[in-house]
């Protein structure tokens, strides 16, 4: 596990007055620091969510091919095949 990570932002304007709004006795947060924990855990499963579904999109195209265009790889053309998608 790494170290934990201080942060240090300086926020003004109507962003230093949400952030106000939403910390302390008026607020859902304790803390500054745990708004921005729950900020970073959303954006986190947020971008888990789009890759997932890029993932589904693109294997439901794949699956939805005729059959016929299928062929069956060995393992060294497999990853040859891999190799040089990845690699260049």
Known sequence: MRKP???NV???GPLSDYVAANVGADGVYDNVSEFVRDLIRKD???????A?????????????QPDDTYRELDIEEFLARNHRIHNG
């Open 10 to 12: 300086r926020l003004t």
């Open 44 to 50: 986190k499963a947020r971008a888990e969510a789009e």
């Open 52 to 64: 997932f579904e890029r993932l589904k999109t693109e294997l439901g195209a794949a699956f939805a």
């Open 5 to 7: 990570m201080n942060l």
